[in-house]
């Protein structure tokens, strides 16, 4: 078992910055990827950033150049950050970490998210 806690969500104006944490507990060695998503009201949620166990990252082109991605570990956790610089009102949505592990081809466990929300 896998145990996801996000957190650093908030409200900015548009131009501002914030940084996600996600605390990841439990079973975290066979981790193969991690990663940032995110949903807005009545949209399919949508990647934001991934990271793998090697530190390459990819981003979406709408976030490419503002946000990073970034891992840690400490005391058996594992931790995925979000920087999120520059934001914009399109930013706006609840966001989610995710892990997947190895040999299950997608992301298999979810935090249950934090809110982002970025006014004009």
């Known amino acids: 078992q896998v145990q996801l806690v996000e957190s650093g969500g908030g409200s900015v104006q548009a131009g501002g910055s914030l940084r996600l944490s996600c605390a990841v507990s439990g079973q975290i060695s066979n981790i193969l990827q991690r990663g940032w998503f995110r949903q807005f009201r009545g949209k399919e949620r949508e990647g934001v950033a991934v990271?793998?166990?090697?530190?390459?990252?990819?981003?979406s082109d709408s976030v490419k150049g503002r946000f990073t991605i970034a891992q840690g570990n400490a005391d058996k956790v594992l931790y995925v950050y979000l920087q999120m610089n520059k934001l914009t009102i399109e930013d706006t949505g609840t966001y989610y970490c995710a892990i997947e592990r190895w040999g299950c081809g997608a992301m298999d466990y979810w935090g249950k998210g934090t809110q982002v929300t970025v006014s004009s």
């Open positions: 990271i793998d166990t090697d530190g390459s990252a990819i981003y």
